[in-house]
């Protein structure tokens, strides 16, 4: 019987010992909120500026929000190509990657305009047109069930070959064998327009076929050629900038609202200030890294030839055309170009 008084008086106080622990619990200041480790993936390599500008991300957001927000980096490719990556953040595997415009393109199509061929003259033009769109992208991405932490850019790409590239039509010679992204809907349609054989592979696909002789020429930035290691099994860089290399981070909203909006702010905030800074730091790596391609690799940089570049800028502009209705529309891509336009008329 004294039990069952005892137990009837501890009971009440159990409970609002209860209430007093979720109580206190919700009254966490927000930022102390923990969540599960943001698993991230790209194909950066470690050591290369884009991981050292990861880690220091991710340690700041770590700081910032009191150890509560950590990530888990899978560099070098080891969750696959980024169509995989998408794929796994879709099935919640990942949480967050940063890629290039092919990856971002499965989840927006139309970011995929910004590596049209021979579009941007320089990295100026791509600033102003990308900041003046960066609201409609964010919006997209969001639509899209995605949150833009930033975004940023790989290089102007060039021709990397093992035969002296001036023309087009030594593009077409039987001894090329191009490089085209399995997934690169512009790049192959360019190629086709300008009777250009490919061989299609994934980055992740790129050194072994290097390596092998399926792959003898690629579009890369000279930087991405050197972290990739791929700059050895070349013998010319073709002086010509083909396309820009554009890319962002990415984090999907379901992992997003886990945050609390303190710490949403914190990632955004820290997010941008580093794509920012490595922005700076990749286009100097592509300066720095075609100083070293000619010097210490020994590649040597031929010339396009002016009477060759008309025909190939008006094979470029036949591919924007083409794409329209396929990957953006075509009020995106006057939008681009109107801006271009407005951007170059002030300078």
Known sequence: MSDKKTCNKIHPVIIASVFIVVLSMLCLPQSTWAVDPIKFATLAPKGSTWMNNFD???????AKTGDNIKFRFYANGIQGDEIDVIRKMRAGLLHAGAMTANGLGEIQKEVLIFQLPRLFKNYEELDYVRDFLRKDL???????????????DIGFYYIFSNHPIRTIADLQSPKVKM????????????YKKANIATVPREVTQVMSSLYSGQLNAVTASPYV????????????MTDLPVSIGVGATVITKKKYDELTPVQQKTLREVG??????MILEIRKDNETAIEALTTRAGIKIVEFEE?????????AAETHNALVGEIYSQ?????????????????
Not at 56 to 62: Q, V, Y
Not at 138 to 152: H, N, Q, R, T
Not at 272 to 277: A, E, G, L, R, V
Not at 334 to 342: D, G, S, V, Y
């Open 56 to 62: 220091a991300m991710a340690e700041e957001i770590k």
């Open 138 to 152: 964010d919006k997209a991405f969001l639509d899209a069930g995605y949150v833009l932490i930033g975004m940023g």
């Open 179 to 190: 490089w085209a992204r399995t997934s690169d809907k512009i790049a192959q349609t360019f």
């Open 225 to 236: 050629t050197v972290a990739l290691q791929w700059h050895d099994k070349f013998k010319y």
């Open 272 to 277: 941008d200030k580093y794509q920012d800074k």
């Open 307 to 315: 009477d060759a570049l008309e025909a190939w800028d008006a094979i």
């Open 331 to 347: 009020e995106f891509l006057n939008k681009i170009k109107a801006h271009l336009q407005e951007h170059r008329e002030k300078n």
